[in-house]
DNA sequence: ATGGTTGCAACGCAA
């Protein structure tokens, strides 16, 4: 059994000790995070070198930043797309037992009026566009990370009143059909055809009580993965944690 | 009700 998962942080720095548990508990082979909020030369390296973990990272001061967290050796690390240049810390590739794992943060895009939400669907479109090339290179991948794209009405609390608004807006879920047109699977949305479930609350209005979520974290994969996939989940206790991120770490399992 | 909370880092910005 292969488990590979995905956690938007919201800084390792504040986060570690929760991440520690989440490896203990689950002993994923594979764990993307994103949002790690710090230098490469501040990474925790060794808290994970400790236990027997391999680490490779690609971050920055502040905002951003993405680390694949892995129990065999990593390969081929990539961390930017060939034809786009972004100063972002938002993109690692890096290839796991044969297995082409690549961890995105999606721009949040902030408001669909915004520039910010003209580089996220830019960006998306390299992100595709890149996926296309990989997918020939290799096939077994998975395109894993906080998309900030809510796809479906089911993957959002009110959807109502989240229409047209940044991280459920027509463009945005026309971009990820677009992945999904690569021949990739949201592996949770098969697995689980009819369950409504969140991977992030807003801290505020008390939302994760409410269960006023949003789906916006993904584990997508390619044909031959989904061939072997056993399961598609997400994680809410860590969520229910004191002092936690606001999102919930997504899980998939293959043979 | 156009709010609210968190993290970073410096009292604003991004999410």
């Known amino acids: ?40 030369a501040d990474f925790p390296i060794d ?92 096939p077994d991948l998975v395109v894993l990370g906080d998309f900030n794209i809510a796809p479906k009405e089911i993957d959002v609390r009110n959807p109502e009143s989240w229409e047209g608004k940044v991280l459920f807006s027509q463009p945005e879920r026309q971009a990820f059909q677009a992945l999904l047109d690569l021949g990739l699977v949201d592996l949770f949305r098969a697995k689980n055809p009819t369950e409504q479930a969140y991977s992030w609350w807003d801290y505020r209005m008390n939302a994760f009580k409410r269960n006023l979520g949003l789906r916006i974290d993904h584990i997508l994969c390619s044909q031959p993965l989904y061939a072997r996939s056993k399961s598609g989940s997400i994680d809410k206790a860590p969520r229910a944690l004191q002092r936690p991120s606001d999102h919930a770490p997504v899980i998939a399992q293959f043979a």
């Open 1 to 40: 059994m292969v488990t590979i998962a995905t956690w938007n942080v919201n800084s390792l720095r504040v986060r570690l000790p929760h991440v520690l548990d989440f490896l203990q508990v689950h002993q994923p082979d594979v764990l993307a995070l994103q949002e790690t909020k710090l230098p490469d």
């Open 47 to 138: 808290a994970f070198k400790e236990i027997g973990l391999n680490v490779v990272f690609s971050g920055q001061r502040t905002y951003n930043g993405v680390a694949i967290i892995s129990r065999a050796k990593v390969n081929d690390v990539i961390t930017d797309f060939p034809d786009f240049v972004d100063p972002q810390r938002r993109l690692l590739m890096a290839v796991v037992q044969g297995i082409c794992i690549l961890n995105i943060y999606v721009p949040n895009g902030e408001s669909v009026e915004s520039e910010k939400y003209q580089y996220k669907l830019n960006w998306l479109s390299h992100l595709t566009h890149f996926i296309k090339k990989q997918l020939k290179k290799y």
